[in-house]
């Protein structure tokens, strides 16, 4: 049996939820979703400048957790900026 995936905490909900290349058309744009506990995840350790152990303390989930939760959100973003893929922040399991 699976173990429940344990609430990640959040400490800025994203006012802007969403990023699209200029000049193109929303409709003919794929999406990329990031997740708000991974938007966190980058906002604390690329922007706030913080070593993971502490980004993983104030999301309150494990190292390990926090690293493959990084590695995702970094993949996500890569992804839409080389493939000009719209982002859109929303949905996860987390709260604020």
Do not use: W
């Amino acid at each position: 049996m699976v173990r429940p995936r344990r609430c990640r905490r959040v400490l800025f909900k994203p006012n802007i939820i969403y990023f699209k290349p200029r000049g193109i058309p929303l409709v003919e744009l794929e999406e990329v979703i990031l997740h708000v506990e991974e938007y966190e995840a980058v906002r604390l350790k690329d922007l706030e400048g913080l070593e993971q152990e502490e980004c993983a303390k104030k999301m309150n989930i494990s190292q390990p957790t926090f690293h493959r939760l990084i590695l995702s959100a970094r993949k996500k973003i890569a992804d839409a900026i080389i493939h000009g893929k719209a982002i859109k922040i929303e949905g996860g399991n987390y709260k604020i």
